[in-house]
């Protein structure tokens, strides 16, 4: 099934809208700066020289309309050498590295091969497997069959090195206070 779920990511990536945020129809704007959009196109450029391909984007997009912004194409990459920066690092932008395997302890193990573990999403028919993989992959947050949208209720926070303490939920008060403990005893 690899192959058909990369061809709807493929044709997903190709039809997303880039461009100026406040434009209709626009469905991605701009990293927020040079730099980052500078570390996005190295990260890819050394995923390619360690054997990457390139299947989608992996540029900026051309035009008097992008000449203002921090543009850069929503970008898919196939055999991806797991010691890539791409996948090692944090990659906050449009850039999405994409691994064949095979099994469900395969996928696992591939998942927590990383220093961090903000989130992660698994996407199944078969929610005994999802339970299960939920369970076992170290992140702070997980979606099961949905999107990465965080909940206000509920806390939001990473593992290992993505961070300390939550925020949002009643979890997330907890930085703004200061807990006394008080023994009573009958005097």
Not at 12 to 41: C, S, Y
Not at 100 to 124: E, F, M
Not at 156 to 178: A, C, I, N, P, W
Request: proline share 4%; hydrophobic share 35%; net charge negative.
């Amino acid at each position: 099934m690899a192959d058909e779920f990369i061809d709807k990511l493929i044709s997903r990536a190709n039809r997303l809208k880039v461009g100026d945020g406040l434009t209709q129809g626009t469905l991605m704007g701009p990293l927020h700066t040079a730099g980052q959009r500078t570390e996005i196109e190295e990260m890819v450029s050394e995923a390619v020289s360690r054997g990457a391909k390139v299947i989608a984007g992996g540029e900026r997009p051309t035009g008097e309309e992008f000449e203002k912004g921090n543009f850069y194409k929503p970008t898919l990459l196939v055999d991806v050498d797991p010691q890539s920066k791409v996948v090692q690092e944090e990659a906050f932008g449009p850039v999405l590295p994409i691994f064949r395997v095979k099994d469900l302890d395969d996928a696992i193990s591939q998942a927590n091969n990383s220093k961090y573990g903000l989130g992660s999403s698994i996407w199944t028919k078969d929610l005994k497997r999802a339970q299960e993989a939920t369970e076992r992959i170290e992140a702070g947050y997980t979606w099961v069959n949905d999107l990465h949208i965080a909940y206000d209720e509920l806390p939001f926070g990473g593992v290992k090195m993505s961070g300390v303490g939550r925020e949002h939920g009643t979890e997330g008060l907890d930085y703004y206070l200061e807990t006394k403990s008080i023994v009573y005893s009958n005097a």
